[in-house]
């Protein structure tokens, strides 16, 4: 099993001229070799986590680099067009975000390029509800019904995995249970035969063990499966339980495997090729960036030469987008000295941690050590980590910082989950006064952050609805509490 790093593009409009060059080239490419732009996790309609002022923003950065996909498929005239999932992040997608890909797929076919799509996690309805009980169907069944695209719909998995599935049998190994449904093409001289696979949300086990491809794929000297799932070894981060799919392709099934020649996958944020076996398999990344996991991934799409014998390339052409940076601040750099029972500073020797918290309050050596990373075009999160007695919890104040992020760089996500809260025996005993710093409490700076959108809201039936949000909200986290 190798791992192979592959050359790295540049996003690039084409002149005229260039234009010529890339349809001579397209012209006098090998009749023995198919090309193809990969593209995955694109994510349209994306808006969580954004101040309300950038949402918008957000949504047109998504769908342009959606497009330079698109157009570097039709400049380069590719003979393939495949999205491997979470197309949308919705189920239900806004109209115009489903306006925007259909004038996209109409663009791609009357360039004669011809367009392959799987479904995500985020745009297939869960396993186990079906459209009577009010899930919505997938929304590229309305563009594949009216011609514009070839969908692969998500299968239904056994409700009870084999042992053998368990343990990781492979494609096409003992007595596979769900016969997957290839897609021809003829291009050139060439027939290219597709499947696809993704996995739902509460799906279990590996998905590619119970799964073999129909007996007439053999007859394709070239075969692709377009894969969206979650993939062993492929995350840099942890991911939540919450977040992650609980399906899981091994690397021992796909090394097995001996029916597709090519794994075009999505779901993983960062652009990879492996060697597996007798596959090649290549995950696309996102064309934005969409959370902090892999934050020195670029985002972009896949140019693919792809032969009977092999990959003749494998380009990663990176887009426009904004940039990642992440501040790790341990409270060791907050205040003086640890808190009684605390670790050994992390990243910061002691000498400096004391110079950092004598230069100002918590929050003013957090906003201090924030600037250089902020402006507009860059999304930053600022991980908290370490021990800290409750008094000093209480001496930072988000709210501040929270608010500082958003107006000076594109936006700002705070990670407190790596702080833990120590016993403050010395607080508790103390009357006096609260210190001018003292953070709200988490009720509090609930309903002050909730003010503040209701005052920025220009419509009344906005400023009503965010009004009945926040009620909601506060009596729930009564009730928590």
């Not at 950092?356 to 402006?375: F, H, K, N």
């Not at 409750?390 to 001496?395: M, T, V």
Request: hydrophobic letters at 40%; charged letters at 20%; a negative charge.
């Amino acid at each position: 099993m190798t791992e192979e790093l592959v050359e790295e593009g540049s996003d690039k409009r084409l002149d005229p001229e260039q234009q010529a060059h890339e349809e001579q080239d397209a012209a006098s490419r090998p009749r023995d070799v198919i090309t193809v732009v990969l593209t995955a996790d694109n994510h349209l309609g994306a808006a969580a986590g954004q101040p309300m002022r950038r949402r918008e923003e957000r949504a047109r950065q998504l769908r342009h680099a959606f497009q330079q996909a698109v157009d570097f498929a039709i400049g380069q005239g590719v003979d393939l067009f495949i999205q491997a999932g979470d197309l949308f992040d919705s189920l239900n997608p806004a109209e115009h975000e489903r306006s925007f890909v259909a004038e996209r797929l109409v663009q791609l076919r009357q360039a004669g390029v011809r367009t392959f799509m799987v479904g995500g996690l985020h745009d297939t309805p869960p396993l186990g509800r079906a459209l009577a009980e009010g899930a919505l169907p997938a929304p590229h069944l309305s563009f594949a019904r009216l011609g514009a695209l070839h969908y692969f719909e998500p299968l239904a998995p056994p409700s009870r995995p084999s042992a053998a599935m368990a343990t990781g049998a492979s494609l096409g190994s003992g007595q596979p249970l769900i016969e997957l449904t290839p897609a021809f093409c003829e291009i050139g001289q060439l027939r290219v035969g597709l499947c696809g696979l993704s996995v739902r949300a509460g799906q279990e086990g590996d998905p590619l063990a119970y799964v073999r491809p129909a007996a007439e794929l053999e007859r394709a000297q070239i075969r692709i499966l377009i894969l969206h799932a979650p993939i062993e070894g492929l995350s840099t981060e942890p991911v939540p339980a919450e977040a992650q799919a609980q399906a899981l392709v091994s690397r021992a099934t796909l090394a097995r495997q001996t029916a597709f020649q090519y794994i075009l996958a999505g779901y993983h944020h960062a652009f990879q090729q492996l060697h597996l076996g007798q596959c090649e398999l290549i995950v696309a990344g996102p064309t934005q960036h969409i959370d902090f996991n892999d934050p020195d991934a670029e985002p972009g799409f896949v140019f693919l030469g792809l032969a009977s014998d092999g990959v003749r390339w494998c380009k990663h052409i990176s887009v426009e987008a904004v940039r990642l940076r992440r501040l790790v601040v341990p409270t060791s750099a907050l205040w003086p000295a640890p808190p009684t029972g605390a670790g050994a500073p992390s990243g910061e020797t002691g000498a400096a941690a004391s110079a950092s918290a004598t230069a100002g309050s918590p929050t003013a050596v957090i906003l201090e050590r924030l600037r250089p990373l902020c402006d507009q075009q860059t999304m930053v999160q600022l991980k908290l980590e370490g021990e800290l007695t409750r008094q000093q919890y209480h001496q930072l104040d988000l709210n501040q910082i929270r608010r500082y992020g958003e107006q000076h760089a594109f936006s700002l996500a705070i990670d407190d989950t790596a702080l833990t809260l120590m016993p403050d025996y010395e607080a508790s005993a103390s009357s006096g006064p609260a210190e001018a710093t003292e953070r709200f409490s988490p009720r509090e700076e609930l309903a002050a952050l909730a003010d503040e959108w209701i005052a920025a809201a220009s419509d009344e039936q906005e400023k009503k609805a965010l009004l009945v949000t926040k009620e909601v909200l506060l009596t729930a986290l009564d009730e928590i509490h």
